[in-house]
Every structure is written in structure tokens, then in C-alpha cells.
T-cell receptor, first 107, second 115 residues
Framework: TQLLEQSPQFLSIQEGENLTVYCNSS?????LQWYRQEPGEGPVLLVT?????EVKKLKRLTFQFGDARKDSSLHITAAQPGDTGLYLC???????FGAGTTVTVRA | GAGVSQSPSNKVTEKGKDVELRCDPI?????LYWYRQSLGQGLEFLIY????????KSGLPSDRFSAERTGGSVSTLTIQRTQQEDSAVYLC?????????????FGPGTRLLVL
């Protein structure tokens, strides 16, 4: 049983399209982190959100933390092939990880 | 190198054998974490070390799993009497300080296959 549920599990889109990945939990987290992992490598931190309702932007990526701090979303605008990877959300110091969303952006 | 390194990168072993996985954290990082990543399961926390404090072993799945961190630097994860369900990628991460807001830097992982 995972504390964090991510959806969808897989997402394949055309270059230039937008996408949203969701991370949901019944538990409250003091903060939540998003990572991206490429094949054969470890996850790399993208962002940490700590305040309910917080929105952070990282170039074409927009991260939002739910008001109740139980959920988060990652939105990518005008996706590029370089955005392809496994996106993971994680909460708290032991980093309870979701199973991840595999994103494929086709050229 | 400047990042977290792990060895071996791949390990194939027979059921029942013991294996040792090594992690070299970033120099100066006081916190070190071990995770296991199975296909479709995300990352599972195993154990974490912070400075000289007793390690948090709450994530270890069985007493066949153990880990040490010598001199506050290099860590070894040992799996005794390996089982096929131990097959996974074992990831190590380190951070400058412990805590939920501290960036964890991950190594490339060790891919373990138990036949």
C-alpha cells in the first residue's frame, strides 16, 4: 500500500501538447517533492512545495500543492521530447514515494 | 566525482547467496539513505543514517537486510540469503543535512537480479 497515488501511470503525448500529472494521498504532508528519473539513473529533484496552495514554476513546469497538503499536480506546457522520463512525487523525510508516471513525448 | 556513486552497477546472484552493495555519498553530506525501486512500485524507503545517530531501520523488509555506514561516509547494504523477490534497483541518496526539505542527491543505483 502506497501513501501516495500517482495518475496516470503512463502518458504518451505529441511534442507541443500540454500534460498534467497528479499525486494524491489521504495523508497530510508537511511538504512534497517532485523528481524526474531517466533510465539508468537515480531520481533528480525538480521542486519542493511546502505551503498549502503553493504554486511554483520551473520554466515550462508548474507545480501546485493542494490547500489541504494532501495532493499535488505537475503541469507541463508545450512538452518537448526532453521532458520524457519517470515523474515521481514524494512526501516527508523518508520520502514516501508514489509509483510514478511514465511520460513519453513524441517528436 | 562530485556525485553519489554506487557499486556494482549490476549484480546477478543465485538464490541463497549473500550480496553487498556499496554507496559513496557526496563528501560532507551527513545524511545517507537507501531505497529499493521495483518495477511499478516506486521507491521504497529502507534505512537512513544521520551523522552519529542510531540509524532509522524502520523500512528494512526483513532481518536478512542490514546496512552499515563506516566513518560517517561510505555505506554498505547487505542482503543475506537472497530471494528472487529481492530483485530490484537499490538506490542510495545523500543530503547535506537530514530533513524533509533537504535536497537528496541520488546515485545511479545497483540493479540486483536474483536467479
Amino acid at each position: 500500500t502506497q501513501l501516495l497515488e500517482q495518475s496516470p501511470q503512463f502518458l504518451s503525448i505529441q511534442e507541443g501538447e500540454n500534460l498534467t500529472v497528479y499525486c494524491n494521498s489521504s495523508s497530510v504532508f508537511s511538504s512534497l517533492q517532485w523528481y524526474r528519473q531517466e533510465p539508468g539513473e537515480g531520481p533528480v529533484l525538480l521542486v519542493t512545495v511546502v505551503t498549502g496552495g503553493e504554486v511554483k514554476k520551473l520554466k515550462r513546469l508548474t507545480f501546485q500543492f493542494g490547500d489541504a497538503r494532501k495532493d499535488s499536480s505537475l503541469h507541463i506546457t508545450a512538452a518537448q521530447p526532453g521532458d520524457t522520463g519517470l515523474y515521481l512525487c514524494a512526501g516527508d523525510y523518508k520520502l514516501s514515494f508514489g509509483a510514478g508516471t511514465t511520460v513519453t513525448v513524441r517528436a | 566525482g562530485a556525485g553519489v556513486s554506487q557499486s556494482p552497477s549490476n549484480k546477478v546472484t543465485e538464490k541463497g547467496k549473500d550480496v553487498e552493495l556499496r554507496c559513496d555519498p557526496i563528501s560532507g553530506h551527513t545524511a545517507l539513505y537507501w531505497y529499493r525501486q521495483s518495477l511499478g512500485q516506486g521507491l521504497e524507503f529502507l534505512i537512513y543514517f544521520q551523522g552519529n545517530s542510531a540509524p532509522d531501520k524502520s523500512g528494512l523488509p526483513s532481518d536478512r537486510f542490514s546496512a552499515e555506514r563506516t566513518g560517517g561516509s561510505v555505506s554498505t547494504l547487505t542482503i543475506q540469503r537472497t530471494q528472487q523477490e529481492d530483485s530490484a534497483v537499490y538506490l542510495c541518496a545523500s543530503s547535506l543535512l537530514a530533513g524533509v526539505r533537504k535536497t537528496q542527491y541520488f546515485g545511479p543505483g545497483t540493479r540486483l537480479l536474483v536467479l
